[in-house]
């Protein structure tokens, strides 16, 4: 595991209990943490705080030997991230991080074959040192994750058990690509909408203003995906495109109203916020590239 936030962790945490052999790659502040007291996290079922079973290095050396690295870092570090483990000799590379351009930048660092694109399906928080976090159900949003070209490889069908065996809801996609851009478009309007509201997710429910720009703006995102012809993926996102605006403002003004949009929603959009600036910017610039002008877009610095 590269990366030691909240995905990271989650991950770390569910495979070591499935008996897999993990080891978490950690700097700064958490690497120092987690050397004194471990992987903590909160065990829902057990209602108790226990420790994860998982390795901590500060270091990869690059006969380190590894059947799947998972990058689990924020936008604006993946390529420093990448960097990081482009000698290691470790073929398979999970690389669960937003992505609105493609993967030919990646490959270039690492070289071609060794990503395989992906997505979590988790949220939580880290307080006090100690994970929390749900799992997101196939109907909300499984762990996703494919070969840039499509085809199921056996490395695909190996990880695929690797997380359905880890209690992970896991799918399969032949276009990462497309998926990505069509779940930028979805997220960004929901984090820009805490944003716009300053608050959380209980005073964006409330606040009007931010909950129909949040409306327009999925609306607009899909409508421009549509246009330009990126499948929306998965098909299931049409919603927001047909969806009467009216009928948007009063289901997300309900779920965010709720703890699943603290948990999934809003915990991420108060630690991610440079990043979620970052992907607003880019999912604008890829709109322009397109010959397409984001109206409701909502940019913070």
Known sequence: MVGAGVIGSIYAVNFSRAGYDVTMFARSKRLAELQKNGLVFYNAKTEKIENANVKIIDTIFNDDAF?????????????????????????????????????????????????????????????????????????????????????????????????????????????????????????????????????????????????QNMSLSLRENFEFLKNVGIKITPIKLNVFRLCPIWILNSIFKMIYNTKFAETLISNHAKNASQEMYLLSNDFAELAQKNGAALKYLYLKE
């Not at 070289?111 to 006090?128: T, V």
């Not at 762990?143 to 990880?159: A, C, K, N, V, Y």
């Not at 809801?169 to 309007?189: E, G, R, T």
Request: hydrophobic share 35%.
């Open 67 to 211: 059947d799947y690295i998972f990058v689990t870092v924020r936008y604006e570090q993946i390529e420093s991230a990448l960097l990081d483990i482009k000698d290691n000799c470790s073929q398979n590379i999970v690389t669960m991080v937003n992505n609105p351009f493609g993967y030919d930048k990646w490959e270039e660092i690492v070289g071609k074959g060794r990503i395989i694109p992906a997505f979590p399906g988790a949220g939580g928080k880290i307080e006090n040192d100690i994970l929390y976090y749900k799992l997101t159900t196939r109907l909300i949003q499984s762990t996703t994750f494919g070969e840039l070209s499509g085809e199921r490889s056996s490395r695909i069908m190996q990880l695929y058990n690797v997380l359905k065996s880890s209690g992970f809801s896991a799918s399969i996609c032949d276009n990462m690509d497309a998926w990505q851009k069509s779940h930028l478009a979805m997220v960004i309007p929901m984090a820009n909408a805490i944003y716009f509201d300053g608050g959380n997710n209980y005073t964006t429910a409330q606040n009007r203003e931010a909950i």
